[in-house]
């Protein structure tokens, strides 16, 4: 059975304090990897994919990394825009479906 | 730069109702998807498709149908709508490398 488990459950970060939020995975044949912003009361929003280990993908403030058994986002000096949840979603081979954790919610104070 | 579309963004339906929820995608993908999100719970899976009329049941099936006449459009109805059923909906289309997601209806039944 696929799993996925993302970390911290919250962060709340000072602007301009950089982190990262992690995204822990058991997913047998794994076709690509992807990471969604979501805004309360909005759909998520999708940002990137990633399809093998050692790729890395860029969005602003944004980085994204990919292990065999991991994905990392990595935020830089991050803004209150920044504010949102953050979802991980690996895609089985095997399945269709989609495989969601349950999300980091991030607060960046101003 | 619409990619999903959700006919709806709130809607208010009495108890028995039955309501219809209408996603409709532009991006020619063959898999698309309903969920539910609540608080706490995540995005849970209600039923999902992967060809014209074909579907498949997710982990919350009950008291739910869907309808898939043409590529592009996928519908998920309500037969009888009960208060447990008010939750924000989301549609989502993917293939391989990419998914996205329409805004969401928040759905209340009263």
């Known amino acids: 059975e696929d799993q996925v488990t993302q970390s911290p459950e919250a962060l709340r970060l000072q602007e301009g304090e950089s982190s990262s939020l992690n995204c822990s995975y058991t997913?047998?044949?794994?076709?690509?990897l992807f990471w969604y912003r979501q805004d309360p009361g909005k759909g998520p929003e999708f940002l990137f994919t990633?399809?093998?280990a050692g790729e890395e993908k860029e969005k602003e403030r944004l980085k994204a990394t990919l292990t065999k058994k991991e994905s990392f986002l990595h935020i830089t000096a991050p803004k209150p825009e920044d504010s949102a949840t953050y979802l991980c979603?690996?895609?089985?081979?095997?399945?269709?479906?989609?495989?969601f954790g349950s999300g980091t919610q991030l607060t960046v104070l101003p | 730069d619409v990619k999903v579309t959700q006919s709806s963004r709130y809607l208010v339906k009495r108890t028995g109702e039955k309501v219809f929820l209408e996603c409709v995608q532009d991006?020619?993908?063959?898999?698309m998807f309903w969920y539910r999100q609540d608080p706490g719970l995540g995005l849970r899976l209600i039923y999902f498709?992967?060809?014209?009329?074909?579907?498949e049941k997710g982990d919350i099936p009950e008291g739910y149908s869907v309808s898939r006449e043409k590529k592009e459009r996928f519908s998920l109805i309500l037969e009888s709508a009960s208060t447990n059923q008010t939750s924000m909906y989301l549609c989502?289309?993917?293939?391989?490398?990419?998914?996205?997601f329409g805004q969401g209806t928040r759905l209340t039944v009263v």
């Open positions: 989502a289309s993917r293939e391989y490398t990419e998914a996205f």
């Open positions: 997913v047998s044949g794994l076709r690509g």
């Open positions: 990633l399809y093998s």
């Open positions: 979603v690996p895609c089985s081979g095997s399945a269709r479906q989609l495989t």
């Open positions: 991006m020619d993908h063959e898999n």
């Open positions: 498709s992967y060809d014209v009329k074909m579907k």
